[in-house]
């Protein structure tokens, strides 16, 4: 059974920094490209950031966040992780980690590459 757990959500400050991980399970981590997305209250996922299976190519297809947000994964680990600095309340959202049918990256990421998906971790932004 594949299962995907994200973590180090909680409350930050506008302006801060937090690092989300998502450690996975149940299927051969290494084999396939990952995905952070995320959903603000009242609105539609949001696809935040890819990464391919070995790690070496990434695609941050949030206008908001891609100058913001760092993705990397550790494979050795299982661990998916997210960087996001100089948060603002915007970013306010649940955040899932997701995995992919395919091992690249997609040109126009769609739930349909999506195989699985996490609980998700809320991330609120508020002073």
């Known amino acids: 059974e594949v299962q995907l757990v994200e973590s180090g959500g909680g409350v930050v400050q506008p302006g801060g920094s937090l690092r989300l991980s998502c450690t996975g399970s149940?299927?051969?981590?290494?084999?396939?490209?990952l995905y952070w997305i995320r959903q603000a209250p009242g609105k539609e996922l949001e696809w935040v950031a890819q990464?391919?299976?070995?790690?070496?190519?990434?695609?941050y297809d949030d206008p908001s966040t891609k100058d913001r947000a760092t993705v990397s994964r550790d494979n050795a680990n299982k661990t998916l992780y997210l960087q996001l600095d100089g948060m603002k309340t915007e970013d306010t959202a649940v955040y899932y980690c997701?995995?992919?049918?395919?091992?690249?990256?997609?040109?126009?990421?769609?739930?349909?590459?999506?195989?699985?998906r996490g609980q998700g971790t809320q991330v609120t932004v508020s002073s």
């Open positions: 990464i391919d299976a070995g790690g070496g190519i990434v695609r």
């Open positions: 997701a995995k992919s049918r395919y091992s690249g990256v997609q040109h126009i990421p769609h739930l349909r590459y999506v195989t699985d």
């Open positions: 149940g299927f051969t981590f290494g084999a396939y490209a």
